[in-house]
Every structure is written in structure tokens, then in C-alpha cells.
């Protein structure tokens, strides 16, 4: 296995997010290592392919595999915040040779709970019958961001409310009904024997402590990180800790 420093460093954006959530990180990660954040389909600037196929986060995980073998890139240090965090389990399970360290920002291994995945399901068909415009940032924005964020940070929840808004209406349903029908992951995790870092917000109620702690806990080599005053979205909410972190425990 190459050695962690050495290798490059992907990130995968959250839901319903697109790889300028990285933004405010760019730069520090940027000098340490080579850094790749890819638009996931149908969200950003990636297109969502035409398919007859159920929408499933393994297909996500392919489309990964695809842009490492254009790089030439036969094994990364690979991170994802919420949603990016199931499409890196998603690699694991499919390609673990091509995975040499992991950095899950708050995510969870687990599958959604039944009302979760209904939760989901309501909300594709909604953003297909309708768009999205005028609800699903107001929606999503109580649970992204921490209570002191929404509060005291308007520009901050501002930034999340334009990217939420910028994603295509298709993407947004195709990555919902993706996430519901994930399977739980969390059997992959005591058999991932590479480097990890967990980092969970503080205030983090989607994916909470809890979850990032059983995720520490079942992986061989983790370092568990709190983001203090956090929610959901850390790295939009405390790029400096966040980049900190990943640095310090890429030594």
C-alpha cells in the first residue's frame, strides 16, 4: 500500500450540495496533497446519465471508479461529507483495493430507518412534480446547519441556501431515492484496515455523535474528531477546524 502522504485526497460532496462546499477548505488541504472534488451525477456540473436502472448509491461508486481510472489513479485517500460519505462505503464495499486511507465527515454507516427512507422517497417525488425552488432549501436548512449557525451566521446559511437551490431538480430525486434504497454498511467497517478519520459536528442531528462514535469504534485504525459548535455541514460551518484536523492526521 502507497504510503497515506503520497496519495491524493478525493472528497465527495454532501446532499443536496455540489463540490463547492469544499470551497473554504481548498487551500490549506491543497498544499499537502492533491486534492479532487468531484461533482457527483446529476448534481453541479455533472450530468445525470439516461438509465432504465433503479437509482442506487452503487452506481455513484462506479462513476468514482470511472474518474480514477481516466486519472490513473489506482488508490486515494478517500472522504465524503453525508451523502459522500455513503457513496465512499459504497467504494469500499465495491473496490476496497482502491481506497488507502478514509475521512467520513458526518455520515453514518448505517441504512435509513423505514420513515427516513419514506421521508426520502416523498421528497424525489416532490422535487419531480414540482422543482425545487421555494421549499427544499427552507426544508433542509434546520437540519444542515447547527441552531448558533442559522442564528448568528446568516451568510453561511445563505451560501447553503444558493447551492441547494443551484441543483437540478432530476439530480436532487435521483440521489434522494439513491440514499433511501443504501444498504447498511456498517459490516464493511472492522475489515477496512486502513488510516480513518471520523469527524462529526458537535451539533450534528442528521448524523450524530453516536453514529460517527459506532463508526470509530468498528474501524481498526480511527481517530474520532469533534467539531465543536457544528451541525451538519462542518466544513461549511468550521472550515478551519475541519481542514485542521484532516491535515493533523495526515501528519
Request: aromatic share 2%; glycine share 6%.
Given at each position: 500500500m502507497a504510503d497515506m502522504l503520497d496519495l491524493p485526497l478525493v472528497l465527495l460532496h454532501a446532499f443536496p450540495l455540489d463540490s463547492r462546499m469544499w470551497n473554504d477548505i481548498r487551500?490549506?488541504?491543497?498544499?499537502?496533497?492533491?486534492?479532487?472534488?468531484?461533482d457527483q451525477r446529476g448534481l453541479g456540473r455533472t450530468p445525470l446519465p439516461v438509465t432504465s436502472r433503479e437509482p442506487s448509491l452503487d452506481d455513484a461508486a462506479r462513476d468514482l471508479v470511472?474518474?480514477?481510472?481516466?486519472?490513473?489513479?489506482?488508490?486515494?485517500?478517500?472522504g465524503g461529507c453525508s451523502m459522500g460519505g455513503y457513496v465512499a462505503l459504497a467504494l469500499l464495499r465495491l473496490a476496497?483495493?482502491?481506497?488507502?486511507?478514509l475521512v467520513l465527515i458526518d455520515t453514518k454507516a448505517s441504512a435509513d430507518k423505514p420513515e427516513a427512507a419514506e421521508n426520502r422517497h416523498a421528497l424525489a417525488k416532490?422535487?419531480?412534480?414540482?422543482g425545487i425552488e421555494g421549499w427544499l432549501a427552507g426544508q433542509l436548512l434546520p437540519n444542515l446547519l447547527a441552531e448558533s449557525t442559522l442564528g448568528s451566521r446568516p451568510d453561511i446559511a445563505e451560501t447553503v441556501r444558493?447551492?441547494?437551490?443551484?441543483?437540478?431538480?432530476?439530480?436532487?430525486?435521483?440521489?434522494?431515492?439513491?440514499?433511501a434504497a443504501r444498504p447498511d454498511s456498517a459490516g464493511l467497517l472492522p475489515g477496512a484496515d486502513v488510516p480513518a478519520?471520523?469527524?462529526v459536528g458537535e451539533?450534528?442531528?442528521?448524523?450524530?455523535?453516536?453514529e460517527a462514535s459506532?463508526?470509530?469504534?468498528?474501524?481498526?485504525?480511527?481517530?474520532?474528531?469533534?467539531?465543536?459548535?457544528?451541525?451538519?455541514?462542518?466544513?461549511?460551518?468550521?472550515p478551519a477546524a475541519v481542514s485542521g484536523a484532516i491535515l493533523d492526521w495526515l501528519g
Open positions: 487551500e490549506p488541504l491543497s498544499q499537502r496533497a492533491r486534492l479532487i472534488t468531484p470511472a474518474l480514477l481510472d481516466k486519472l490513473e489513479l489506482e488508490q486515494v485517500v478517500l476496497p483495493e482502491r481506497v488507502g486511507g416532490r422535487a419531480d412534480d414540482e444558493d447551492l441547494v437551490e443551484s441543483q437540478p431538480a432530476p439530480g436532487i430525486a435521483w440521489a434522494a431515492r439513491a440514499m478519520l471520523v469527524l451539533h450534528d442531528t442528521l448524523t450524530p455523535y453516536a459506532a463508526m470509530a469504534e468498528a474501524l481498526p485504525r480511527a481517530e474520532l474528531v469533534t467539531v465543536p459548535g457544528a451541525g451538519h455541514l462542518t466544513p461549511l460551518e468550521h
